[in-house]
């Protein structure tokens, strides 16, 4: 089966799937994205994604490319093309084609490409069994990093970073030394007494979607979630470390900078939120 995408009300060959040459996302960056899990053949969380990609497009005075339920379908349908049991569906919206100019273009349509990929879930599981090393690099990026565009190369660069000191993942430190996210997650952790800590989210880092799941299937499992900074040092300390996204779901974190995280292995609080996140997020079939 061939993969298909979506491109601006077009179902076509992956293959032969391009946007133009002036489209706004491709020269300015001026677009946003989303990217949902699909697991066991449903889209997870797709309604706080939407509500996010909704809040994004506002703050960048971008309009929507179609009404909501009409994309919603599109992201199904292109999940269902796709044969996607399980994988993930990614989605994008720039401000459209127009002759390069740094003002907005008016009376331009927004532009939508929508595609999706399988994965294997073992693959998952079996890294969640021995977990990700991480490597901390300092802020480089602008301030709005609350509004998920396509603008993402300090992320690029400091995931790379991390696949050549063999680490998985990169945390971003405030110049104080305090953890704002990763490059494509947020960040946790577990403190000696069992209380999940994480970072604020009303500034300097992304609302995640699973983030924001993560409060529910925490507060089912009856544990206590502290929303504060921790430094570096704390985080190397703790009990427990993880990270959290829709394509990771709560990934254990057994390295940081080199520094092994309690036993060097995966620990029981963030197996039991992975392992009962499904229960508890949304499920929209596909």
């Known amino acids: ?81 796709n044969g996607v049991h399980d994988g ?58 609350d509004i998920k565009t396509v603008g993402l190369l300090p992320n690029v660069l400091a995931k790379e970073a991390a696949r050549a000191a063999g680490a998985q993942e990169a945390w971003f430190v405030d110049a104080d030394g305090t953890v704002k996210e990763g490059g494509s997650s947020n960040a946790w952790i577990v403190t000696a007494d069992g209380r999940l800590v994480t970072r604020p989210a009303e500034h300097g880092i992304l609302r995640g979607i ?18 504060r900074g921790f430094t570096v040092a704390e985080a190397k300390a703790a009990r427990e470390a993880f990270i959290s996204s829709a394509t990771t779901i709560a990934m254990p974190v057994v390295e940081i900078d080199g520094a092994p995280i309690a036993n060097s292995h995966p620990g029981s609080v963030v197996l039991s939120l992975r392992g009962a996140f499904f229960d508890i997020a949304e499920k929209c079939q596909a």
């Open 1 to 81: 089966m061939p993969r298909i995408t979506y491109v601006n009300g077009r179902y076509l060959r992956h293959a032969d799937a391009f946007v133009h040459v002036e489209d706004r996302g491709y020269q300015f960056a001026d677009g946003v994205y989303e990217v949902c899990e699909v697991k066991r053949g449903y889209v997870v969380d797709m309604t706080r994604h939407l509500d996010r990609l909704d809040r994004s497009l506002r703050e960048l005075s971008m309009a929507w490319p179609m009404h909501r339920r009409a994309l919603e379908l599109v992201i199904r349908e292109v999940v269902r093309r």
């Open 88 to 145: 993930l569906v990614y989605l994008q919206v720039t401000r459209g084609v127009a002759p390069r100019d740094f003002l907005f273009p008016q009376a331009v349509a927004p532009a939508l490409v929508v595609t999706a990929r399988k994965a294997d879930p073992a693959r998952a599981e079996k890294r969640a069994e021995t977990g990700i090393k991480v490597i901390t690099v300092p802020e480089t990026r602008w301030d709005r990093v």
């Open 210 to 227: 699973t983030r924001t799941t993560m409060f529910e299937v925490a507060a089912a499992l009856g544990l206590t979630i502290e929303e």
